[in-house]
């Protein structure tokens, strides 16, 4: 199993932010540790109180801890593509992959939510609906990036996307004229990317996903499917449609170039001496994160990390976030020995790689730290790790 930690944050004061110091410190601890990754979202405003602040770029973040370090593994989770032009997306994801001497991973989202996601609304044409809308726009710029990192000649039609955009070139002298990219009358017909990545033919891909819909998806676009919210048996039925749908692609021979195929989790983590230290820091933290992301109708939530042969329980509705979590099996959180059992249980079923998700308000990153070395030293060496 691979481990890795996320989430860039800080939980307190944020007057200040950002405290870049925390990231770069953190960086150099996780790798001191042997951990193979670290991951920075893109969350955007400070509206919300109980919502730790994450950097607004995670590629700028990215290119940041890559100075700081040697081998760890620099991911997003991920980059909000709706709200970015994916050349731009491209040429920086690349240029990051060289900084980092070819340890980027690149994870993008359609966006947590569209109070977010609105405010960021291209000047595109494009009637936005976070849901519908943002979920085909990403995949859209995903096939747009890849062209680009091909390092060839390209042309896109798309549903939001189309290059090149018209451009006459005709005062152009014709000698000068490439014919890859101007028409014999002038027009601009291709363009070609610049920087291409490092890593061939790309950099690993990932995708924040939660249905069994976006997670089938994404297997068939040869992207790793990232679930942060499902409970044991809602990641088992998930992990197994992925692995269905990757085997039929590669039988079918339709998986494109570059496929990364896997599966990650996201999971609240948090290791203490004893149980009761770990419940007493991730208790108030879980309750307060969750309770503003899903608000009063937050047993909606909870059905949606369920299995489908799985149903909410009457007690389940109104019982905390904490015990709703710890009773599902969907965090790792306790004492070293608790947390190795937790994670057995999903090695059982093919976990690959866990994402730690402790950047939650009211755990301070001196918590946090204490919490990684505990982890380090007493969770991983029961696992084969890569």
């Not at 601890?29 to 893109?42: C, I, M, N, P």
């Not at 091909?150 to 018209?166: A, C, E, I, Q, V």
């Not at 014999?184 to 950099?203: F, M, V």
Request: charged share 25%.
């Amino acid at each position: 199993m691979r481990f890795d930690s996320g989430l860039l944050a800080h939980v307190g004061d944020i007057s200040h932010y950002p405290e870049v110091h925390e990231w770069k410190e953190l960086a150099q601890l996780l790798e001191s540790l042997g951990y193979t990754g670290v991951w920075a979202a893109e969350h955007h405003f400070a509206w919300d109180q109980g919502i730790t602040p994450t950097p607004t770029n995670p590629l700028m973040a990215g290119a940041y801890i890559a100075g700081a370090t040697n081998k760890l593994r620099i991911g997003q989770c991920g980059v909000n593509l709706a709200a970015h032009h994916p050349l731009r997306v491209a040429e920086d994801v690349a240029t990051l992959d060289h900084m980092s001497d070819g340890r980027a991973e690149f994870g993008f989202m359609k966006g947590l939510n569209g109070k977010v996601s609105l405010q960021f609304d291209p000047a595109t044409g494009i009637k936005r609906d976070h849901d519908r809308t943002n979920g085909e726009l990403i995949w859209d710029s995903f096939e747009v990036i890849k062209k680009f990192w091909s390092g060839k000649p390209f042309r896109h039609d798309g549903p939001f996307f189309t290059f090149p955009y018209p451009w006459d070139g005709s005062a152009i002298p014709k000698a000068l004229r490439d014919p890859q990219y101007y028409s014999e009358d002038g027009k601009l017909i291709a363009l070609r990317g610049l920087p291409t990545p490092r890593q061939k033919p790309i950099p690993p891909c990932y995708v924040m996903v939660d249905s069994i819909p976006s997670t089938l998806q994404a297997a068939e676009k040869g992207v790793v499917a990232v679930g942060w919210a499902q409970t044991l048996e809602g990641s088992k039925e998930r992990w197994a449609a992925y692995r269905e749908a990757v085997r039929k692609a590669k039988a079918a021979e339709t998986l494109p170039v570059g496929a990364t195929s896997g599966t990650a989790m996201m999971r609240p983590t948090f290791v203490a001496r004893t149980s009761r230290e770990a419940e007493q820091v991730m208790r108030p933290a879980l309750n307060t994160l969750f309770s503003k992301i899903f608000g009063l109708n937050h047993w909606l939530g909870r059905k949606a990390m369920l299995a489908s042969w799985e149903s909410l329980r009457p007690e389940e509705e109104t019982m905390d976030w904490f015990d709703f979590f710890l009773g599902r099996k969907q965090c790792f959180v306790g004492s070293p020995e608790e947390v190795t059992e937790q994670l057995k249980q999903y090695e059982a079923i093919g976990a690959e790689h866990l994402i730690m998700y402790w950047a939650m308000p009211h755990i301070s990153f001196e918590q946090q730290k204490s919490s990684l070395k505990l982890f380090a030293e007493k969770v991983m060496p029961n696992f084969r790790t890569n």
